[in-house]
Structure formats: C-alpha cells, structure tokens
C-alpha cells in the first residue's frame, strides 16, 4: 500500500502521486490527528501552501526518517510542541536550498489565481519549479514572478485553464464510487455503440437517454480529473441533445461514436 502524506487516502502498489493533493505518495501510513495530539499536548502549524509540492515530499520523508511525529492537513504541517525548535531549523534549510525567494532588484508581474483550486495551484507551482522560475504566492493568493519571466508563466498557465475551467463548472449531486461508476459508463458505453452502428435502434435510444441522464447528475468520480469527466458528459449531452431535437441519422450515429471512443479507454 501507499499513502497521500497530505489527504492520507491509501493506494494500491504501483501508483505514484495522489489524485487529488498532486503531491508524491509513501509508504508509511499518515498518523491520525487524535493520535499526535494525545494526551492534551500542544501542537503547532506550519502553513506551507506556497512551497512546491516535490518539496513538501521532501520534508515528510525527512521527517520520517529522524522519527519526528507529525501530522499533514492538506499543505499544512502539525507537530507537537517539543519538536519546534528542530522543526523550524528544518524547514528553514528547506526554504534554503529549495525555494529561492525573489530578487527584490527585479521587476515582478502577480497573476490572478482566485477560483484555482489547491491541486492546481500546486501543480502550477511544480511545473514553475521544473522550469526553474522563481515564484512565490503572495498573502492574496496570486502567483507572483519576476518579470522577465511573464511570457513563460502565461504560456503555462494557458495550458491549465482548461481543466480550470473544467473545475469551475457546476457538478452533478450523485455520488458514486467503483463498481456503481464503472457499470453506468459501460451502459452508456453500450448504448453509444449501438446508436453508432444503427441510430434508429428505439431499444438503445431509451437506454442511452436513461443512462446518458444518471450520468450528467453525478459529481466527478474518485479518479477521474474534471478536464476528462466533463469531457465525457460533453459528448453524452451531444447525443441526448440530437435525440431530443429528432436530429439527422447521420449526425446522431457520429455524436454516438465519439462518445463510444472517448468511452472506450475507461470501459
């Protein structure tokens, strides 16, 4: 098994980076919050959301291996009280060697980030680290580079908007998980596959219909990142919106089929 140090939701062997935090997974189940705060102690927190996600890692697994008891709630670091001194020395060599503040010499640009969730925000802030671009987030949350550096920035964050714009969309009120998400697209899967190869089949018109409408109502699915659920309900909405219009055979059969193909890898 592995671990989000961040969310503590567990995975199977083999996958490497949590889903939802974007940071990098461990094999040490995170401890629970009851269990460091035992006893009544102090506990103190480390608000670290501006640092790279690759750098928080590098912290839990430092951490980890001098047996310092900790606890993560999403970016930010608990610990008890004894630990502070050592913990601020830490983290200060971190700041350090990782995260390179800017030059107070240049000229800076702020971007708007208000709407972009955390995952985005870090993954953003990964991708500038890969780049080596030095930014930080300011205490409005915008993203902030110097300026010589905006051309890069915005090229990069062009190529997130869309899953942005993906998270910001008003989501379904179903939820469901596993097997329950897996059988209602291999029924929508199903039904785009005969309306493909014959759109005047009436049994798979009232089965697409039916499953096409469970599946516009439920949220975001475990596992799935918005840009891709949407993209499927796109495309299952294209179908239902030819079928309510009484539209052309032709154009029904090929909305039928890029939903079946976009289905196909997931199915």
Known sequence: M?????????????????????????DREPMQIEVLGAGGVDLIAYELQEWNPDVRLRLEVT?????????????????????????????DEMERAYLP????????VAFDFKGWSDSLRDQVS??????SIT?????????????????????LIEEFRTELLAEQ??????????????????EVFIGAQRLAKNPNDHSAVLTSVDAIKRLMNT????????VDWFAIRDDADAVTSILEADGDDDELADVAAALRDRLRPVV
Do not use: K
Request: charged letters at 30%.
């Open 126 to 131: 990964a991708r500038l680290g890969l780049d």
């Open 2 to 26: 592995a671990w989000c140090f961040q969310c503590a939701r567990s995975y199977v062997d083999g996958e490497t980076e949590c889903v939802e935090c974007a940071v990098g997974l461990v």
């Open 135 to 155: 930014h930080e987030f300011d205490t409005e949350g915008d993203l902030v580079v110097h300026a010589e550096d905006t051309d890069t920035v915005d090229d």
């Open 219 to 226: 949220r975001c699915p475990f596992g799935f990142a918005a």
């Open 63 to 91: 951490l980890s291996q001098i047996q310092i008891v900790h606890r993560w709630d999403g970016a930010s670091l608990m610990i008890r009280d004894e630990h502070e001194g050592q913990v601020d020395e830490i983290i």
């Open 101 to 108: 503040t800017l030059d107070p010499e240049l000229d800076h």
């Open 169 to 186: 969309r008003v989501d379904g009120t179903d939820v469901l998980e596993g097997l329950e998400v897996a059988d209602l697209l291999a």
